[in-house]
């Protein structure tokens, strides 16, 4: 059974602040991670992806992964108040001639003003 | 607006009832996929549809059926629920390793 962890949370980070957001995962073969916004009532929405090993930037977003340790974070610079949300990272499994994602609980992150 | 379609938005149905949630991708993907998404639980795959060929999952109620008829259509026929299946329901496609585009889900409640 493919495992994808992340803390619950809540996380809460003052405005203008770095958020940090943690996953690891449990299949050493994985070569392709993803994160996902979701809003309270709204459905998930790609923000980034990452695909090798090392730093990947997209404006505030970074994302970092570290196949040997099975682990991807996503930090999120100059916090807003919008960006509170709940982190999904999500785990490609490519076998099978399928592509099924992996999705962990969630990360809840709450930006105060 | 998203390139995936969900209908309805939101759906109450009595246990006895049959009911079908349909799902239209406009971007050109291969796969499709319908998710549950219960609180305080990660995202459940409940179906793949690959190049229109079922992937199976085995632990999905045989009370949820899923039907592709295209690369660009897919059903979920719901009949005989419980109200444990009060969820919502999120469909979403993909090409290869790109990611998923999700449509906007239906919040089902089974009374």
């Known amino acids: ?113 | 607006e998203t390139g995936v379609t969900q209908t309805p938005r939101h759906l109450v149905m009595g246990m006895t009832n049959k009911k079908s949630l349909k799902c239209e991708q406009h971007l050109g993907h291969n796969a499709m996929y319908w998710y549950k998404q219960s609180a305080k639980k990660p995202l459940e795959l409940m179906f793949v549809y690959s190049l229109e060929e079922r992937v199976e999952n085995n632990s999905v109620p045989s009370r949820f059926s899923p039907e592709c008829p295209n690369s660009s259509h897919l059903f979920l026929h719901l009949h005989t629920l419980q109200p444990e299946d009060s969820a919502l329901y999120l469909c979403a496609s993909s090409q290869r390793n790109y990611g998923y585009t999700f449509g906007s889900g239906t919040r089902l409640t089974v009374v």
């Open chain 1, 1 to 113: 059974q493919k495992e994808v962890e992340q803390n619950s949370g809540p996380l809460s980070v003052p405005e203008g602040a770095i958020a940090s957001l943690n996953c690891t995962y449990s299949d050493r073969v994985s070569q392709s991670f993803f994160w996902y916004r979701q809003y309270s009532g709204k459905s998930p929405e790609l923000i980034m992806s990452i695909y090798s090993n090392g730093d990947k930037e997209d404006g505030r977003f970074t994302a970092q992964l570290n196949k040997a340790s099975q682990y991807v974070s996503l930090l999120i610079r100059d916090s807003q108040p919008s960006d509170s949300a709940t982190y999904l990272c999500a785990v490609l499994d490519s076998g099978a001639g399928s592509y099924q994602l992996t999705f962990g609980k969630g990360t809840k992150l709450s930006v105060i003003p």
